[in-house]
């Protein structure tokens, strides 16, 4: 018999090769019935995967982001079961879930039409009623070749993984039978409620040299009602684009001439500095001092960094005077170079560097998505120099300032550890202390976060930051790195208390991330109404009639003095009509003035969200408007 432990510590005694599946049915029938797929020792897999040995057994509903992946996964390929009863010469790419959805891309003559997207979600729900089960099978790389010969792309895959010695599986629902490694559902039956989204091009392996393909894009849910809920989220994030926000309110553009550059117009730049000015106010009271670094360095400075043999493909780069040179992709060897400038004494430490510097990254064209993903943006870094034994304290103040300014948002959020990748430097030993620092310092926080393998920087582990916006979208900015790496190639010394020469230890950290996407991100998440102290027009005063207009000119300057962002509206329109042109503006505050408003000195005051509020002498308002603005009130 086999000791099984389950999520909570409670365990059970099965024989062995008894599969999950039947252990789920023996726990709870309700669990069973909900149950996506399993984590055995840590590995997510199939609910038909039989135990043969002591382990620690977990089951995934879809409420479990593994589950939901699994279902997901599932559902692709039922997406591609349905492409291929549909059109049977069609070549299979692959399919996997990916967050909130799925995509499976296809190697089709002509592009897919709107009516073939309704044609292939009708087909789906057919295969989904006939409840088809799937069946797992593996084959050796001659037997594969033989089932796979009509599908190139599946046989390009099958020969890297026979390459590499992995198994070659299949998993088999029907007529259908994909190259995959699962996990899936134990049948097409629980995939209730399916949406196709989207078709787009594609390159295979995301090569611009390679074919194009389509990509269909969906998503799926157990339960109609869930489906609906999500639709009606992406129709309301549909109407938060900050790409169609952005040209409505002036705030950004992105010009032919610039693809990916994006170019911040007059009300943009007001929205930008705002978020610099607070950006230094809150590091400024954390201790850091601000420095600024050329936007250009030399290869031998990339080479000893590492990113000349780590990150060079998405580095632009070009020659001058003979020299290889290269625009920076990150700020971190500049601050290097900042540190050496001077003797460094244990007194001196923790040494916190700031900068806000505009970094250059090499993004496919097909990946390019407003402010969200661009080729060149302004990191708000930072890199803090200090002993071992400073990491905890230095990365507890790192969080509290980030939950500081994420708080000032409206955003929550949740944390990740993200461990060692496959292309690193280092040593075991360093990844090993530096990652455990991290652990250490998150759990004395008290701070929940969770394990995310093998993405952490090429030259340490880091903590990420996902915030969560007005519609409950995540979206990854905050990052803290730890680095034992760079100091060890940089040869960085500091003297100690015992006059001898020591290494320190660095981190990497960004709280906005890139200013340029958290300004998206921030367009979405208030639908463009920001709040008054981020308002780039604060207020839009206007008359009623042409009598007025000396009245407003004079409430205008008068606010103006006092620093608020206003603007005069004196065209010979009616005032409803400049009204709701304010409000489609998102102006925060509407001031009108009319005969007796101009004799009392007085306004009539319309808020974006509260509507008329009544008449307040001008005093009164912009009492009530600085202290708004002071409080940074949301």
Known sequence: MLNITLKGGDSRQVAENTTVEALCRDISMGLYRAACAARVDGETVDLRTPLTKDCAVEILTFEDEDGRRAFRHTASHILAQAVMRLFPDVKFAIGPAIDNGFYYDFDKAEPFTADDLEKIEKEMAAIVKEGLPIERFELD???????????????????????????????????????CAGPHLMTTAPVKAVKLTSCTGAYWRGDEKNKMLSRIYGTAFPKKAELDEYLERLEEAKKRD?????????LFTILDEGPGFPFFLPKGMILKNLLIDYWRQVHT???????STPIMLNRSLWERSGHWDH?????YTTVIDDTDFAIKPMNCPGGILVYETEMRSYRDLPLRMGELGLVHRHEMSGALHGLMRVRCFTQDDAHIFMTKDMIK???KGVVALIDEVYSLFGFKYHVELSTRPENS???????EAATAALQAALEEIGLPFKINEGDGAFYGPKIDFHLEDSIG????????????????RFELEYTGADGEKHRPVMIHRVVFGSIERFIGILIEHFAGAFPLWLAPEQ???????????EAVKAVTAKLKAAGLRVEADLRNEKVGYKIREAQMQKVPYMLVIGDREAEADAVSVRSRSEGDIGVMKVEEFLAKALAEIAGKKR
């Open 285 to 291: 009271r954390a201790g850091y001092q601000e420095i």
């Open 141 to 179: 790389i001659g037997e594969a070749r033989g089932l796979m010969e009509s599908q190139p792309y599946k046989l390009e895959l099958m020969e890297e993984h026979a390459g590499k010695g992995e198994a070659i599986s299949f998993y088999r629902q029907g007529d259908f039978t994909d190259l």
């Open 539 to 549: 207020v839009r005063v206007m008359p009623i009639s042409e009598k007025q207009a």
């Open 393 to 395: 304290d230095e990365v």
């Open 311 to 315: 990150y060079k493909e998405n580095m």
């Open 242 to 250: 900050h790409r169609k926000l952005g040209k409505e309110l002036g």
């Open 473 to 488: 979208r995540t979206w990854q900015c905050g990052t803290i790195q730890l680095d034992f790496q760079l100091p060890e």
């Open 425 to 431: 430097m280092g040593s075991d030993e360093d990844w």
